[in-house]
């Protein structure tokens, strides 16, 4: 997880005096808005139950009247003391922890407690209805979601949760995976986006993994829900013979058929981004990208307009990095950047523009873990902070292709009501799996 302080703001208590509120983000969204001594507080907490030599060290208080370049550095001080915590392969999967983020969570948007029904889109935009809670985490949700479709609990590990947005085109894009510990009624209601959805996919990029829901029916049918709108969005690129196959099976019914023909498909099992922009190989070239099998896939358009495709191996990616820019009065600005040797074994940094880096460096980490060999023993590179252009905030982070995944901070510079339910999982013949 990659938690960051991108801004402060200015609070007052109700006794007039004024104190620091620092702006908390999870993997680029908000996540929720604590004060130094809500901090201080965590670490205590944190020293006495794991011991004072297990967590990072806590920026000491001070009782001078701060400047603002001592504003910043505190500030950059707690960002990189939670992004050592959220890192720490102990502490960041601790129940401990998870309470004392879920708090903030609570605190920060104070949301009344209350049982609700929440809805959970399938892939293919079909709807489930779940009774749940607003202070649910995540983890929980999935598993009533799981069990209302009849899957058992030895197989959660191959689906999450997600934050959507629906568009208006009729589909959707995939903001990010939602961690188990996080709290999705309070996520979408801090967003304030009415095209904000939460929706139930698998959880990994490797096709291969499909064979342990292929035996069952509620993983046949997600499988389906998402293979088959890959396949109406043109996320997936069939050979004309494969096109007819498929589009047999479907009317046919035969859901487990389809599947096992889009294994062979072309970008079948890839991650979709929407439209972006690459340095490669000129600068501000629009392209598309694709992320799975090893490889980040960019179809890109040419100064020439010409359409050209490139592949970029992951095993041939030595580290990457994510850069956040914060202008005064412009979009926040992201990029992930990767350091890439090419088939004449020479290095170049390549840049991909996108609102959505942060889910594109969390396929590279996933792509890295499913496939431990091709993590590498290269030394980390230096980080390098965005140039600060219209006086922005910015910070960067950095994540080594070794076998402690993981982002590392770099260098800074300023910067419902219920509806009547259709049955989505209805019963299906064995003949038409």
């Known amino acids: 997880m990659h938690l960051t302080i991108g801004a402060t703001e200015e609070g007052c208590d109700s006794l007039g005096t004024r104190y620091v509120v620092y702006v908390v983000h999870l993997e680029g969204f908000l996540f929720c808005k604590v004060r130094y001594s809500q901090l201080h507080k965590w670490n205590e907490k944190l020293r006495r139950y794991f011991g004072r030599k297990c967590v990072p060290s806590f920026p000491p208080k001070s009782f001078l009247a701060q400047a603002e370049s001592m504003a910043e550095e505190r500030r950059l001080q707690l960002q990189s003391y939670l992004q ?85 085109n009729g589909g959707y894009t995939v903001l990010r995976k939602l961690n188990a510990f996080e709290l999705p009624y309070v996520g979408l209601w801090s967003m304030q986006n009415e095209n904000s959805r939460i929706m139930i996919r698998k959880s990994y990029l490797d ?101 050209t495709e490139a592949s970029f191996k992951v095993n041939r990616i030595r580290c990457w990095r994510i850069s956040v820019q914060i202008p005064l009065h412009e979009e926040i600005g992201l990029k992930l950047s990767f350091e890439y040797q090419d088939s004449q074994d020479l290095w170049q940094w390549v840049t991909i523009h996108t609102h959505q880096a942060f889910l594109l460096g969390s396929c590279l980490k996933e792509i890295s873990t499913e496939k431990p060999k091709l993590a590498g023993n290269h030394p980390e590179m230096p980080s390098e902070s965005v140039a600060p252009d219209c006086k922005p905030r910015s910070w960067n982070a950095q994540s080594t292709l070794s076998k402690h995944i993981g982002t590392v901070p770099g260098k800074q510079c300023k910067e419902v009501a219920r509806k009547d339910e259709a049955s989505v999982f209805e019963y299906i013949a064995d003949d038409q799996l």
């Open 84 to 168: 050592k915590v959220g890192e720490d392969p102990v502490i960041s999967v601790s129940e401990i922890f998870a309470t004392l983020l879920q708090n903030a969570q609570q605190e920060t948007f104070k949301i009344h407690p209350q049982v609700i029904v929440l809805e959970i889109l399938l892939a293919d935009r079909n709807k489930l209805l779940i009774d749940t809670h607003t202070y649910d985490s995540a983890e929980r949700m999935l598993s009533i979601a799981a069990q209302k479709i009849e899957l058992s609990r030895q197989f959660l590990e191959y689906i999450a949760l997600y934050l959507v947005r629906e568009d208006t």
């Open 207 to 307: 096709p291969m993994k499909d064979r342990m829901l292929l035996g069952i029916t509620a993983g046949v049918l997600l499988l389906y829900s998402q293979a088959k709108y890959e396949l109406e969005r043109d996320w997936v690129k069939p050979t004309p013979n494969q096109y007819r196959k498929l589009k047999a099976s479907q009317e046919a019914g035969k859901k487990r058929e389809f599947l096992e023909l889009m294994e062979e498909v072309k970008f079948y099992g890839y991650q979709h981004f929407e439209a972006c922009i690459c340095d490669y190989p000129e600068p501000n070239c629009p392209t598309s990208v694709r992320v799975g099998n090893n490889e980040i896939n960019c179809s890109i358009q040419l100064p020439s307009n010409h359409i």
